[in-house]
């Protein structure tokens, strides 16, 4: 190897952030620190589809649902997204992908996971409420939400005021911030 492809290889493992490859959906390279976030060895992650780093099936269908159209038209895409640990636990992170096949997005993707936080503070979250804080990070409205859902508009406001409560914030801005940024500089650091 030369030294340029050696050094881009040390840039690629030791980026602060997790660095991945995927083609078909399915994880064909990552970097120590994709890994590491998620409590896996590279060896334990590469081959497997990214459907095990969703919370639900559902989520991981309805990610590639809302990102496909924007990464047809841009090339590229980002979210706020949960991703399930190895240990089961849901973490935060900043997504962004870019295809290197327009024609075909979802056949070659080059993405980033930041985390947004070591862990979720605050209060714990139903399934539910977790899918519509989902929904809401992308600015969906609520009818929008109840229809992805199979559910009442109705029933998405009684969830949201729900998490209002629970969060102890006026609005839903500032519950995304509650949720995203929680208390980032009092948040004891996890091992692993």
């Known amino acids: 190897m030369d030294n340029v492809t050696t050094e881009m290889l040390e840039a690629f493992d030791a980026a602060p952030i997790g660095l991945a490859v995927s083609r078909h959906r399915t994880l064909?390279?990552?970097?120590?620190?994709?890994?590491?976030?998620?409590?896996?060895?590279?060896?334990?992650?590469?081959g497997q589809s990214f459907r095990m780093l969703y919370p639900s099936h559902a989520e991981f269908d309805r990610?590639?649902?809302?990102?496909?159209?924007?990464?047809?038209q841009t090339g590229a895409y980002?979210?706020?997204?949960?991703?399930?640990?190895?240990?089961?636990m849901p973490k935060w992170f900043r997504f962004r992908a870019r295809t290197l096949a327009p024609d075909d997005p979802l056949s070659h993707l080059v993405l980033s996971f930041a985390p947004i936080r070591d862990h979720l503070d605050g209060p714990r979250l139903t399934k539910r409420e977790r899918e519509v804080l989902s929904f809401l990070s992308q600015g969906a409205t609520s009818k929008e939400i109840a229809h992805q859902l199979g559910l009442s508009p109705r029933t998405i406001e009684d969830v949201r005021a729900r998490m209002l409560r629970k969060f102890e914030v006026k609005n839903t801005g500032e519950l995304l911030g509650r949720t995203s940024y929680t208390r980032r500089a009092s948040s004891k650091p996890t091992s692993g």
């Open 63 to 72: 990610v590639r649902d809302i990102g496909l159209v924007t990464m047809a």
């Open 28 to 46: 064909s390279s990552c970097n120590l620190t994709f890994a590491s976030l998620l409590g896996y060895s590279r060896a334990e992650l590469l």
């Open 78 to 88: 980002s979210d706020e997204r949960m991703m399930r640990q190895k240990d089961g």
